[in-house]
């Protein structure tokens, strides 16, 4: 298990934006969903699409690839072509900062 990376701080990082930040090989996507945190990994189960930057809404997020779309809370796929969830990683504000880490 990695230790955790350093995101951004909560003025980087507002209602409705996201950023990605990386732990080792594993692209995170972070969002920020009305002031929740939710982290994901940038890689669509369909066929490998970025997901950061494809249109939210709501809780999900579409890849623009294919269309398929995940649940930012839990990676549940909400709609095909994509079947498998993508994987969720935990998020904490500390030091003023926000925090993931990929912890598979
Ligand atoms: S790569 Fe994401 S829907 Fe196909």
Redesign the pocket.
Do not use: F
């Given at each position: 298990m990695s230790d955790w990376v350093k995101v951004g701080t909560r003025s980087e990082l507002l209602p409705g934006e996201f950023r990605v930040a990386w732990d080792g090989d594993t692209a995170i996507a972070v969002y920020n969903i009305d002031g929740e945190l939710h982290a994901i990994e940038d890689v669509?189960?369909?066929?490998?699409?970025e997901?950061a930057g494809g249109p939210v809404i709501g809780h999900e997020v579409e890849?623009?690839?294919?269309?398929?779309r995940f649940d930012l809370r839990t990676g549940g796929v909400t709609c095909p072509?994509?079947y498998e969830p993508v994987a969720v990683f935990p998020v904490k504000e500390e030091g003023g900062f926000i925090w993931t880490r990929d912890d598979r």
């Open positions: 669509c189960t369909h066929d490998g699409g997901l890849c623009v690839r294919h269309g398929a072509p994509a």
